[in-house]
């Protein structure tokens, strides 16, 4: 379902290099503007995941707890969580997604997705900013 619905996906944009599925269940989906994702298919839904940014060297902690704070219930991720890579070097962005849902659902998902993922880059980007005034 997921292979068919991510040709459906690539072809609405209007992109002809479809990712196939890995080994180990993972489509590994580049879009514009530097958007990664990883879509890997789960028991009971989807798991969506993609890098933010870089995590900067400085006044982290002020950064940390804005994100914290959009974590809460999801409120500022669109039910999605920002965390960390496993090298701890990136901000990622991860949701999951259960498998109840049709086509145009799981289009809307990824686009809300992308909308967030945009919008952390720019807060980060903004936080390096201000950063580099102060």
Known sequence: MIEKWIHNLFNEIGLVDVPR????????????NN????????????????MIAEVPKERVESLYI???EANFLGQGTGRAAIGMSS?????????????EMNYQE?????EEF???LEFWRMQIKKHNKIKSIL
Do not use: A
């Not at 090298?87 to 999951?96: A, G, Q, R």
């Open 106 to 110: 799981f289009k809307e998902k990824i």
């Open 21 to 32: 599925q890995s080994g180990d269940g993972v489509y590994n989906i580049e879009l514009f």
């Open 87 to 99: 090298d701890e070097n990136f901000f990622t962005l991860s949701l999951f997604i259960n498998y």
């Open 35 to 50: 958007i990664k994702l990883i879509v890997k298919g789960l028991e009971i839904g989807y798991y969506i995941q993609s």
């Open 66 to 68: 804005l994100i914290m």
């Open 114 to 116: 992308i909308n967030y």
